[in-house]
């Protein structure tokens, strides 16, 4: 994996906002956070995307994932939150380090803005996709 910004946080050659260290995560500020409190909580582990990250790295993440999104209503005053987690250029991804963004929702709206393009699963597109996916899983 090549470097990146975050790698260079992660080693401490690039100062950030740090809310949260242990041996496999670090979560810090976002330097141009969507609202107050914009988080990023990423894996100490050097992966691009969140599928060719280890079973170790994500389970340390979601295990202090909901104990950061407390901290971060708390201490922002914040009623509500979105996790975002990109992987890929054209699924908005820009540093290519597995990240989670922590983003509190304010009742002015400040915060993720969401465009959800949804339509309906047909009967037979979701069972063949369902034994798709399901002889994919490892
Ligand atoms: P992505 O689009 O890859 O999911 O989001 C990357 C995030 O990293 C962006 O929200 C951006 O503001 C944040 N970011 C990029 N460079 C830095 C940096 O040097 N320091 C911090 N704290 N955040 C950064």
């Excluded at 950030?16 to 107050?36: M, Q």
């Excluded at 909580?41 to 340390?60: R, Y």
């Excluded at 993440?61 to 975002?84: D, E, K, M, Y």
């Excluded at 983003?103 to 597109?125: M, T």
Aim: with cysteine; proline share 5%; aromatic share 6%.
């Amino acid at each position: 994996m090549a470097t990146t910004i975050f790698t260079k946080i992660i080693a401490g050659e690039i100062p950030c906002f740090r809310v949260y260290e242990d041996d496999k995560v670090l979560a810090f500020l976002d330097i141009s956070p969507l609202s107050r409190g914009h988080t990023l909580v990423i894996p100490k582990e050097p992966a691009e995307t969140l599928d060719q990250l280890s079973e170790e790295s994500a389970a340390a993440l979601g295990r202090v994932l909901p104990r950061l999104g407390r901290a971060i209503l708390r201490a922002t005053g914040a009623t509500a939150f979105n996790i975002l987690q990109n992987n890929g250029a054209i699924a908005h991804q820009v540093v290519m380090h597995v990240h989670f963004h922590v983003i509190p929702k304010y009742a002015d709206g400040a915060g993720l803005g969401l465009q959800w393009p949804a339509r309906s699963l047909g009967a037979d597109e979701g069972k063949a996709l369902a034994i798709a996916i399901v002889g994919q899983i490892g």
